[in-house]
Nanobody
Framework: QLQLVESGGGLVQPGGSLRLSCAASGGTLDYYAIGWFRQAPGKEREFVATINWNVGYTHYASSVRGRFTISRDSATNTVYLQMNSLKPEDTAVYYC?????????????????WGQGTQVTVSS
């Protein structure tokens, strides 16, 4: 059973940066598409970014494109989300997720495994 653990969240000022990590155990991420989602209080979980390295595919939500970068390190079985130029509206709990199938990757229903989330707060 694949398990995902996020880390790297915290409090950052507007314009600052954070790097989130998603470490996997119980399986190799090489066989999955990995996505990042976020959920702010009172809002639905929304897509942030996804990577499927088997087909060289990455995709970002328009709200984060150009500021966030998703990447992976196969040696450590970890996926990262580098977040730059952070804004207060980026405040949310961030989740990573793994998909067995390589489609429907911009909706939560396309993913089979989820981490517990890490809080990101952007505030001065």
């Amino acid at each position: 059973q694949l398990q995902l653990v996020e880390s790297g969240g915290g409090l950052v000022q507007p314009g600052g940066s954070l790097r989130l990590s998603c470490a996997a155990s119980g399986g190799t991420l090489d066989y999955y598409a990995i996505g990042w989602f976020r959920q702010a209080p009172g809002k639905e979980r929304e897509f942030v970014a996804t990577i499927n390295w088997n087909v060289g595919y990455t995709h970002y939500a328009s709200s984060v494109r150009g500021r966030f970068t998703i990447s992976r390190d196969s040696a450590t079985n970890t996926v990262y989300l580098q977040m730059n130029s952070l804004k207060p509206e980026d405040t949310a709990v961030y989740y990573c997720a793994a998909a067995v199938r390589g489609f429907n990757l911009i909706t939560p229903g396309g993913y089979d495994y989820w981490g517990q989330g890490t809080q990101v707060t952007v505030s001065s």
